[in-house]
């Protein structure tokens, strides 16, 4: 799916600022504000970056993976090792399926970006929760093959980018566990 650079940028802009002002307006002000404004930034990178050239920028991968590891050591200073440890395995496994299913088929399904940006991911959300996030990142890219394939045409693209899917729900799912929103 090509996206006009025109059209995706103020799109993932808005976006995010929509999901940060509804859900941040029952959160409290101050740090956790600022931990997500700082996300956001390489998550709309790698979005812009994987909808131009089906690739996952290893910069925008590699801050949000600090990033997420600072974020881990802070609020649980006692286990944010057995969340790095979740979120490597959680990698490693998607890559190699990755890996796998390519070789099987000769496509791409989930690229190593993919599940790079998934376990950089999980350490923002927590390995608990980073499932919802793919959950939510599944359903968004399912409406977004519909919604582009239009139906009866031949010729529709058929390849849509995974990684902007993942970078917005990775970022809903930090938004809201930082809110005080009661969500499960």
Do not use: N
């Amino acid at each position: 799916m090509t996206v006009p650079a025109l059209l995706a940028v103020p799109a993932l802009a808005f976006a995010y600022a929509a999901g940060f002002l509804i859900i941040s307006a029952s959160a409290s002000a101050g740090l956790e504000a600022l931990l997500a404004a700082g996300l956001s930034l390489p998550l709309i990178w790698l979005s812009l970056t994987d909808l131009r050239r089906f690739e996952i920028p290893d910069g925008a991968v590699l801050i949000i993976a600090v990033g997420g590891v600072a974020f881990q050591y802070f609020v649980h200073p006692h286990r944010w090792f057995v969340e790095l440890g979740a979120a490597v395995a959680l990698m490693a496994l998607l890559w190699t399926v990755g890996y796998c299913l390519y070789q099987r088929g000769g496509r791409e399904a989930l690229g190593i970006g993919d599940a790079k940006l998934i376990g950089a991911g999980a350490l923002w959300t927590g390995f608990a929760d980073i499932w919802l996030a793919l959950f939510l990142a599944c359903i968004g890219g399912i409406i977004a093959a519909l919604a582009s394939k239009p139906f009866g045409v031949s010729g529709a693209p058929r390849e849509i980018p995974f990684g902007p899917f993942l970078a917005y729900a990775i970022y809903l799912v930090f938004l809201l566990q930082i809110s005080s929103v009661s969500w499960y």
